[in-house]
């Protein structure tokens, strides 16, 4: 039994290092596809998924079932919602230390059809991990603005999502209340 363990623990990481050397060789390059964004999401909470439990943190999704496609570099959209999974992740570390002892860890993934506009799909990543200042808000995109110490982050992260997300002719928001920040990432959807 222990043996069969460790060879599906060995299975798993040899299929997390093959996605991430196809990831590192096809983020960024200039070709689309159709892209059924469920897909990428879940293919970003397999390689990010253990750093969040080993981190105590709850990881909550809720996909829509049978979205439309959207036209995107698949590897450059699964590096958007990396880094702002990794952004939420970081947020939680930072405010669980002067959190109450009943604080809950939160991040959660949610794609639908957007409310606003029913040509656009929706992914919402949410946190609680304390909020964002409003002036810092205005800033977030601002390449180099970083509210991490220097070895943690270069300020870079959300600069380069947001021109990603915009190559797609999508848009990337953010909004942040009561201890909870929500980014937001509509992308139109592929006219048939």
Do not use: W
């Amino acid at each position: 039994e222990r043996m069969n363990n460790i060879i599906k623990k060995a299975d798993l990481m040899v299929h997390i290092i093959q996605h991430v050397r196809l990831f590192a060789r096809e983020a960024g390059k200039p070709t689309t596809e159709s892209v059924q964004i469920n897909d990428t999401i879940l293919s970003s909470l397999d390689m990010i998924g253990a750093q969040f439990n080993s981190h105590g943190i709850r990881l909550q999704t809720d996909l829509a079932d049978q979205l439309p496609t959207i036209t995107a570099n698949p590897y450059s959209l699964e590096e958007v919602i990396l880094n702002l999974l990794n952004n939420a992740r970081d947020a939680i570390e930072v405010f669980k230390e002067s959190a109450p002892t009943t604080y809950v860890p939160k991040v959660s993934i949610e794609t639908n059809v957007s409310p606003e506009n029913p040509n656009k799909v929706l992914i919402e990543i949410s946190d609680n991990g304390g909020g964002i200042s409003k002036d810092v808000v205005q800033k977030i995109f601002d390449p180099f603005f970083t509210t991490k110490d220097p070895d943690r982050g270069t300020g870079l992260g959300l600069s380069i999502s947001k021109s990603i997300i915009e190559e797609f002719e999508g848009a990337l928001s953010v909004t942040s209340e009561n201890g909870q920040t929500h980014m937001k990432i509509t992308l139109p959807i592929n006219v048939i």
